[in-house]
């Protein structure tokens, strides 16, 4: 039996009145988890998984078996803004997605459980969250993943010459080395052109209480670099579905 830590990332129906749970724990990473008569309202289980709440979860954990039956369950840190902010529910469903297509059975540091707790917890303290900052949080997400998984982006010295970076000496991003290059290194790279998003990428990862709402055109290609980034380290090739979810809500807020 195992008492572990959780965050639930997804749920699946089975059978009438079950789901099968896709769990984060804290210690042993992803496991699966069958949690029987959930879907009954007088179980001592319903509406527990609608919310990515923080739960104490009991598991019989058998071995040999990927799916394992959960016991019990009981409240540790509730997340309400899930359900009743479109920004929160849709920030939310990406940040779970990247986890579950990340990584797999058995495997999740306890780093990646720590970076998806605190990210929910800063998230539900905001009463509102605005496009800026679904564009901050679900940015530097990816770079903290990237760098949990082993492949972090530097952005503290140019990746050739090893000189301190600042703002205007900024030049390009190589994906290879995993850093940015200076301006005083282009004539190594002379046919890449400068991308205008460059820049607001430095700040997100260096200073992100430094990006306005003018950036906001800017750190959708920000996002979406550092999507394919980490996608390219990982050799995934899907696409991130609840993504597009995201970028809706951000148009109508």
Same mark, same amino acid.
């Given at each position: 039996m195992q008492k572990q830590a959780s965050i639930v990332l997804h749920k699946y129906p089975y059978g009438e009145s079950s789901f099968i749970l896709k769990v984060l724990t804290e210690d042993f990473g992803l496991v699966s988890l069958i949690a029987k008569g959930a879907k009954k309202p007088k179980s001592p289980f319903y509406g527990q998984f609608d919310a990515p709440h923080l739960l104490e979860l009991v598991y019989y954990d058998k071995a040999g078996r990927q799916l394992h039956t959960l016991g019990e369950?009981? !409240?540790?840190?509730?997340?309400?803004?899930?359900?009743?902010?479109?920004?929160?529910? =849709? %920030?939310?469903?990406?940040? &779970?997605e990247i986890i579950l297509k990340s990584i797999h059975e058995g495997e999740g540091a306890h780093e990646i459980f720590e970076? !998806?707790?605190?990210? !929910?917890?800063?998230?539900?303290?905001?009463?509102?969250?605005?496009?800026?900052?679904?564009?901050?949080?679900? @940015? &530097?997400?990816?770079?903290? +993943? =990237?760098?949990?998984? @082993? +492949? @972090?982006?530097?952005?503290?010295?140019?990746?050739?010459?090893?000189?301190?970076?600042?703002?205007?000496? %900024?030049h390009h991003l190589d994906f290879s080395e995993g850093g940015f290059l200076c301006t005083e290194c282009q004539l190594d790279h002379i046919h890449i052109e400068i991308p205008p998003w460059l820049q607001a990428?430095? #700040?997100? #990862?260096?200073?992100?209480?430094?990006?306005?709402?003018?950036?906001?055109?800017? %750190?959708?290609?920000?996002e979406e670099i550092l999507i394919k980034y980490l996608w390219g380290h990982l050799h995934i090739s899907s696409k991130?579905?609840?993504r597009d979810y995201l970028n809706q809500i951000r148009m109508m807020v």
């Amino acid at each position: 039996m195992q008492k572990q830590a959780s965050i639930v990332l997804h749920k699946y129906p089975y059978g009438e009145s079950s789901f099968i749970l896709k769990v984060l724990t804290e210690d042993f990473g992803l496991v699966s988890l069958i949690a029987k008569g959930a879907k009954k309202p007088k179980s001592p289980f319903y509406g527990q998984f609608d919310a990515p709440h923080l739960l104490e979860l009991v598991y019989y954990d058998k071995a040999g078996r990927q799916l394992h039956t959960l016991g019990e369950t009981s !409240l540790i840190k509730s997340r309400s803004h899930y359900q009743n902010e479109l920004m929160h529910s =849709a %920030l939310t469903l990406v940040l &779970r997605e990247i986890i579950l297509k990340s990584i797999h059975e058995g495997e999740g540091a306890h780093e990646i459980f720590e970076l !998806l707790d605190v990210s !929910l917890s800063w998230s539900e303290a905001q009463e509102v969250i605005t496009p800026l900052q679904s564009y901050i949080i679900l @940015g &530097r997400y990816i770079y903290r +993943f =990237a760098q949990i998984m @082993g +492949f @972090g982006i530097q952005y503290e010295n140019c990746q050739n010459c090893q000189t301190k970076l600042k703002l205007d000496r %900024l030049h390009h991003l190589d994906f290879s080395e995993g850093g940015f290059l200076c301006t005083e290194c282009q004539l190594d790279h002379i046919h890449i052109e400068i991308p205008p998003w460059l820049q607001a990428c430095w #700040l997100l #990862l260096k200073t992100p209480s430094s990006l306005q709402e003018e950036h906001i055109h800017l %750190l959708s290609d920000v996002e979406e670099i550092l999507i394919k980034y980490l996608w390219g380290h990982l050799h995934i090739s899907s696409k991130i579905k609840s993504r597009d979810y995201l970028n809706q809500i951000r148009m109508m807020v």
